[in-house]
């Protein structure tokens, strides 16, 4: 099996693909970020186990033994600071240091509950937020012997005197440099889910503007083959135009009235041909023309009068002055009233035009219709030359509209109307007084 059919499956779906190993590798990384996070953590955790075992090591059983002034000593050097042992009730019995009087056991009971054989040995170390403490708990029921006046602890617990030790062991460390280094081991984990978000996000801008980049470029490639195809096709339509134009003239004056009406569907389609050749001249060469200052709301308020159907000017302003050749502004604005007329299918069109002016100096035209609306696949198609959703319709008209505006630094769009219809916004920068 050939390269070329092995891969033929992504043929169609490379942006899928893309976009789906873009996510897989964000959560894979995301994971993995977790999970050492996580893995960094439980080792602190399990070095404040080990802190706790060795603090309950050297300072506890001189506290059982009553050395107190080496109980004190040993807290100091394992940073204990207090140590208590409690009844199973959570009454104090025995303390050094700063310790609660009772213990709230119902903090506890989960641990207990979820003890195991280990916990009777070595005892369980949690980091209270509130506090901010390291609190160490060791359940036992030990049995000691009290000689001489010392406690000693017996393995066996079968002594002939024994006495019950009581039911919880209770130290406390101070838990600053726990809850430093777990506090800078989520910042540093937030920090860099931030970069690995924004690296990703940047990624996927980076493709998706390349991707917009090489169907632009796509695009004008295929306008340049165009145009140079229809420059051609423009020059060798205008010479035989020209010959049928003068020989239809001829035979007006030779034939008689009967045969008239054919001969004017000839001229009418003829007429229709030569307009459409200039339209292509119009789109293909320089679009600026010979601009100037002009009124716009005077442009449109003579503008809509040459249609029999009533246009409706909205404008607060007095004025709105841009800087166009007239005669390109007027085929943009009478395109886009006559497409909004056409758009209606002989119902009343509805057609209007508002002008206003935004805080940077921008001129709006909206030209409102009633008409069908744009379906939503040909909204991104509209604009492209020879494209068009009319039975009659050339598909360069609103080339040429848009492609006038953008030569004065305007821009101009199509979307639906709230409740039906088409709404063409034009822009175009307002010039000074």
Avoid at 63 to 78: C, G, I, K, P, V
Avoid at 111 to 121: A, F, K, V
Avoid at 254 to 267: L, P, Q, S
């Amino acid at each position: 099996m050939s390269r070329t059919r092995r891969w033929r499956f992504v043929e169609g779906k490379e942006s899928l693909f893309i976009v789906g190993g873009l996510i897989f590798l964000f959560a894979l990384l995301v994971t993995l970020v977790l999970f050492l996070s996580q893995l960094i953590i439980e080792k602190e955790n399990t070095l404040m186990q080990f802190e706790a075992e060795r603090g309950f090591a050297s300072s506890a059983l001189l506290l059982l033994q009553e050395e107190h002034s080496r109980a004190l000593t040993a807290m100091a050097e394992a940073n204990v600071v207090g140590i208590g042992v409690y009844s199973n009730a959570g009454r104090l019995r025995l303390g050094l240091g700063s310790v609660p009087n009772t213990l709230p056991l119902e903090r506890f009971h989960e641990i207990w509950q979820s003890r195991s054989s280990s916990h009777l040995n070595q005892g369980v170390a949690n980091y209270n937020k509130e506090t901010g403490m390291i609190e160490y708990l060791r359940f036992s029921r030990l049995t000691i012997e009290v000689e001489t006046g010392n406690i000693t602890l017996e393995d066996d617990g079968y002594l002939p005197s024994p006495l019950t030790f009581p039911d919880i062991l209770y130290i406390l460390f101070d838990g600053g440099q726990y809850y430093k280094k777990v506090l800078l081991v989520r910042v540093l984990t937030g920090i860099a889910l931030a970069v690995l978000l924004t690296f990703h996000l940047v990624v996927y801008n980076i493709y998706r503007s390349n991707r917009k980049y090489r169907e632009v470029l796509a695009k004008q490639e295929s306008l340049v083959n165009l145009g140079q195809a229809a420059r051609t096709l423009t020059h060798e339509i205008k010479n035989p135009l020209s010959a049928i134009t003068l020989q239809m003239a001829l035979l007006k004056k030779t034939m008689g009235d009967a045969n008239y009406e054919g001969i004017a569907v000839v001229d009418q389609e003829v007429q229709r041909l030569i307009h459409l050749t200039n339209k292509v001249s119009d789109f293909l060469r320089n679009p600026v023309g010979a601009p100037e200052k002009i009124d716009l709301l005077v442009l449109l308020n003579s503008l809509r009068h040459t249609f029999l159907e009533e246009i409706e000017l909205i404008s607060a302003l007095d004025e709105a002055y841009i800087f166009f050749d007239p005669d390109r502004a007027r085929s943009v604005f009478e395109n886009l009233i006559k497409n909004g007329i056409e758009s209606c299918g002989g119902r009343d069109p509805a057609v209007e035009v508002e002008v206003t002016r935004d805080r940077r100096k921008q001129i709006h035209i909206y030209v409102r219709d009633r008409g069908d609306g744009i379906e939503e696949g040909d909204l991104e198609k509209i604009f492209d030359p020879f494209y068009t959703t009319k039975i009659h319709g050339s598909g360069i008209g609103l080339a040429i509209c848009r492609q006038f505006v953008r030569a004065q630094k305007g821009n101009l769009k199509l979307y639906p109307r709230e409740g039906g219809g088409t709404v063409a916004e034009v822009i175009l920068p307002e010039e000074s007084h």
